[in-house]
């Protein structure tokens, strides 16, 4: 969703702003901006108190809808910007105009602000600024922030932040400068993740790493209720109460050639083909051969609490909650656990029962959606213990949870999520591997599950390898405009995820189902025009399947199964077949569902889409 991104320091800061929102472009907006500090000259007398002595100084905001390219077209090429701010927006309140996207400035143009999350009590705030004479320019929430801050500013603008903050209510991650504090920044948080990056005799702010990782690989993570003050020579945080908080400057681990596309046309492909090494990752150090068991230290919790875990819960969104169902699945039959997966938007408001043995896991990979995180607190309130599953490291759920495991799938950076999502399966195995070696699973049977869980890195390799393939298939049915995705048992999620993936890239409409469920409803669909696309694999349900799928050939629906290689009775029933290589069915998810995000891949290409940044949507959904 929305982008910040700030500089302070002693090179030009136009450039750097706009390079750190091309970096964020990939969390999908709708409208860019920035506002730079031009430096006028020295001058003796200051002005308000406690006010730097400049004169002249001013902001400039240029802001444009459309892409950060468009805005790059309106930005004069010698701008130079001593110090600024700069934003992608991704609408909520006010349409896709310019005059909406932000930096806002406040009425006398020498405040301005970049604001991610929601000010709910806008309305009041607005009208009580209106009824003292301010004249609002745009419809957003955010407008009211620069106005409130101006109307405390008495020439210290941190003070005037912390006094302006404490009348919003909502989530707000912001960055603030004003004209006559050249080289300065103001940062808030609540809700809303906004990191420092400290640089050598600069400093940078914004609302994720990847948007000055080229700058920097020091950061300092915010906490909400956190305020900083950032100037090229360092950086000092505070709570808004003016205590001082003290932070530790973390290392970013990752490569900038992780957030770039190197030979590939899209990040989505290259995350697709990324897979092999990211599942290694997720598994690396993680197995322990010697007690054919998995060690997750990052867990927090001492054997007797795991032993004693009754129920498992997995909270989540969209690709991570179809993660938290596979999850769930093999739990229950494995380790014996009953175990559920819930939908974070519906969990959170449905006063949940909070049982003392159960185990909560908050499944995200940005660690970051709103959802997930508001349910969780909930359940903390309550008294449950929640562990997190994340990729981004320093992300909100990450630190707010108990403990937990890092994915390490590295950024994700196309939207429709991938490479994370098989590394969450890697996570969920290898605690359902801890859980079930706890209780009944055997020696012998834990080592076998070892070993197949080693083999997928190498057999997910071999199903990329039948890419032309699966871009054959994709091409000859790209043109429908209704798909139906079919599975049974793991492969239930397998089919949700695969609808989820082939709908919001290619916008064809796609529906995921178990596939015992379609003789109750969806069969009324099946038409030579309805592509069902089942997956099939040599487990105890596939005859129960092999039945599914004649049902629909019966009424004339075309058949793509997704099956394993020789299984000639199932290629032979449908009209396309693709062949995963053989192995323990309990590891299918993780080869079948590469087949459907490249057959997603390739419809979204085949139909000019734009891959990486799907319409309407955002990576990091951090508003409910
Ligand atoms: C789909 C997709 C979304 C996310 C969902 C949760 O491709 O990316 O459905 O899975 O918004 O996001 P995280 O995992 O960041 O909590």
Same mark, same amino acid.
């Given at each position: 969703m929305c982008g910040i991104v700030g500089y302070v320091g002693p090179r030009r800061a136009t450039p750097i702003l706009l390079e750190g929102l091309k970096r964020l472009e990939y969390r999908g907006y709708d409208s860019a901006g920035i506002a730079v500090g031009l430096a006028g000259s020295a001058s003796e007398e200051g002005g308000a108190?406690?006010?730097?002595?400049?004169?002249?100084n001013r902001l400039q905001v240029i802001k444009k809808i459309g892409k950060i390219a468009a805005l790059r077209a309106v930005?004069?090429?010698?701008?130079?910007?001593d110090w600024g701010i700069g934003h992608t927006r991704w609408a &909520?309140?006010?349409?896709?105009?310019d005059a909406n996207a932000h930096p806002h400035l406040d009425a006398s143009g020498k405040i301005a602000v970049v604001h991610n999350g929601i000010?709910?009590?806008?309305r009041p705030l607005r009208e009580m600024l209106e009824k003292d004479g301010v004249r609002f320019a @745009?419809?957003?929430? &955010?407008?009211?922030i620069p106005n409130l801050i101006a109307r405390y500013y008495e020439g210290d603008l941190e003070a005037a932040v912390k006094a302006a903050l404490g009348h919003f209510e909502g989530t707000y991650g912001i960055a603030v400068i004003h004209a006559?504090?050249?080289?300065l920044i103001v940062g808030a948080r609540n809700g809303s993740p906004l990191v420092v990056g400290v640089g050598e005799g600069e400093m940078l702010l914004a609302s994720d790493v990847t948007a000055m990782i080229s700058h920097t690989r020091q950061v300092v993570y915010l906490n909400d209720g956190e305020v900083v003050v950032i100037e090229p020579s360092g950086y000092r945080t505070t709570g808004r109460d003016d205590r001082p908080v003290d932070k530790k400057v973390d290392q970013v681990?990752?490569?900038?050639n992780n957030i770039e596309k190197g030979d590939y046309p899209c990040y989505m492909e290259k995350e697709i083909f990324e897979q092999p090494e990211s599942i290694a990752r997720a598994l690396s150090g993680r197995i322990d051969r010697e007690t054919a068991s998995a060690k997750?230290?990052?867990?927090?919790?001492?054997k007797r609490r795991l032993r004693e875990v009754g129920r498992v819960h997995v909270i989540a969104a969209g690709t991570s909650w179809h993660a938290g169902l596979v999850g769930a699945g093999l739990l229950e039959s494995l380790a014996r656990i009953p175990a559920s997966a819930e939908l974070a938007s519906e969990l959170r408001y449905r006063n949940p029962v909070v049982e003392k043995d159960s185990l909560w896991f908050a499944v @995200?990979?940005?660690?970051?959606t709103a959802d997930t995180l508001y349910a969780m607190r909930e359940i903390q309130r309550k008294g449950g213990t929640v562990l997190g599953v994340c990729?981004?490291?320093?992300?909100t759920i990450a630190r707010e949870s108990e403990g937990g495991v890092y994915v390490?799938?590295?950024?994700?950076?196309?939207?429709?999520?991938?490479k994370a999502f098989t590394s969450q399966l890697a996570a969920l195995y290898l605690f359902t591997l801890q859980q079930a070696r706890m209780r009944d699973l055997s020696m012998e049977e834990g080592l076998r599950f070892i070993e197949a869980l080693e083999a997928v890195p190498g057999a997910v390799k071999k199903v990329l390898g039948g890419r032309d393939e699966l871009q054959r298939i994709a091409k000859k049915y790209s043109h429908a405009t209704d798909f139906l995705f079919l599975g049974r048992g793991l492969m239930y999620p397998i089919a949700l995820e695969g609808a989820l993936k082939l709908k919001e890239i290619s916008y064809i409409h796609a529906e995921g189902y178990a @596939?015992?469920?379609?003789?109750?409803?969806?069969?009324?669909?099946?038409?030579?025009e309805v592509p069902s696309v089942f997956v099939v694999p040599?487990?105890?349900?596939r005859e129960k399947t092999i039945s599914n799928m004649r049902e629909i050939k019966a009424r004339g629906g075309p058949v793509i199964a997704i099956g394993v290689e020789g299984d000639g009775e199932v290629a032979s029933i449908a009209d396309d077949f693709f062949g995963v290589p053989?192995?323990?069915?309990?590891?299918y998810p993780f080869t079948m569902i590469v087949p459907l995000q490249l057959i997603a891949y390739f419809c979204a290409l085949e139909l000019g889409r734009d891959v990486d940044q799907p319409r309407n949507l955002a990576k990091s959904v951090t508003v409910e």
């Open positions: 108190k406690g006010a730097p002595k400049a004169s002249g930005v004069p090429k010698d701008l130079p910007g &909520t309140h006010g349409g896709v105009t000010i709910e009590n806008y @745009s419809e957003t929430d &955010t407008e009211v006559d504090h050249p080289g681990t990752w490569e900038l997750l230290g990052g867990l927090n919790l001492d @995200s990979q940005s660690g970051e990729n981004v490291v320093g992300s390490h799938s590295g950024p994700e950076i196309a939207v429709a999520s991938t @596939s015992g469920e379609i003789k109750h409803g969806p069969i009324a669909l099946v038409s030579p040599d487990d105890g349900l053989k192995g323990d069915p309990r590891f």
